[in-house]
Nanobody
């Protein structure tokens, strides 16, 4: 069982930055593939960024070049650095952990981009 707790959301102006954190319980965090998703009102949940246990990353086109996913296995934490934020980035952001057939979700953290 893995528990995920996101933090770092909030209100930011367009063009601003935020860093989201996702702290995971469990001793095998380093083996999990970690990802960040978001869900805006009335829209489907969208995969934004993935980081494998190897450290390799992939990004959705909508955030490529603006968002960076990285992990600190010593702290059992994955991060999402978000730069050049736009109003359309407003959503609830979720952390996801996958290992084999098991998948876990955090409770989400709200990000609002508005002037």
């Amino acid at each position: 069982q893995v528990q995920l707790v996101e933090s770092g959301g909030g209100l930011v102006q367009p063009g601003g930055s935020l860093r989201l954190s996702c702290a995971a319980s469990g001793s095998i965090f380093s083996q999990h593939t970690m990802a960040w998703y978001r869900q805006a009102p009335g829209k489907q949940r969208e995969l934004l960024a993935v980081i494998a246990s190897s450290g390799s990353t992939n990004y959705a086109d909508s955030v490529k070049g603006r968002f960076t996913i990285f992990r600190d296995n010593a702290k059992n934490t994955v991060y999402l650095q978000m730069n050049s934020l736009k109003p359309e980035d407003t959503a609830v952001y979720y952390c996801n952990a996958v290992l084999g057939w098991e998948a876990y979700w955090g409770q989400g953290t709200q990000v609002a981009v508005s002037s």
